[in-house]
């Protein structure tokens, strides 16, 4: 699994939110919702589209979007006389990224009792206990070098 840099949970995790807000503010999710949808785009075109829900000054979508990309969360581009703007990583990206730091961060702080909380949390779906189950197969069949099903002969 690709490990994602610079890390994305800098800011902290907030379990109590939903989607790239447990790790981003409000506006800066409402930010990477409009560039995951479509980019690039100029700050006045980022300004377009929050205007349509929240009121927000020009400068401060200036602020966020160049804070943004300061954290490495956007590339910016120079077109003509703007800067245009587009997500470093897909929300897929952003998304296993943000799983994998906050992983790595339990497991290596409470190995124990984060493996046994995942598959107790796991084991109350039985689909989810089949996709681990299998998640798991792949993953020894990666290390010993065994083909996948259907591979080889």
């Known amino acids: ?17 939903r989607g790239a807000e447990q790790v981003l503010g409000e506006l800066q999710t409402a930010v990477m919702e ?27 979508v200036l602020t966020i979007l160049d804070r943004m990309h300061r954290k490495n ?13 587009s997500p470093r990583y897909t929300k897929d990206e952003f998304e296993r990224g943000v ?7 339990l497991l290596s702080q409470f190995s ?10 796991v084991g109350e779906d039985a689909a989810k206990l ?4 299998e998640l798991i197969r792949h993953k020894r069949r990666q290390q010993t070098g065994s083909p996948e099903k259907g591979e080889g002969k």
Not at 37 to 55: A, F, G, N, Y
Not at 99 to 105: K, T
Not at 130 to 133: F, H
């Open 34 to 60: 409009i560039l995951w949808r479509q980019s690039p785009l100029s700050v006045s075109e980022v300004e377009q589209k929050l205007q349509k829900k929240r009121e927000i000054a020009h400068t401060t």
């Open 99 to 105: 799983a994998q730091e906050v992983l790595s961060a």
């Open 130 to 133: 089949d996709q681990l189950e």
């Open 73 to 85: 969360f956007l590339l910016r581009e120079k077109q003509g006389k703007a800067y245009v703007y």
């Open 112 to 121: 124990d009792p984060a493996l046994s909380a995942f598959v107790e949390l």
């Open 1 to 17: 699994m690709k490990r994602i840099t610079p890390k994305i949970t800098s800011r902290g995790f907030s379990p109590d939110k």
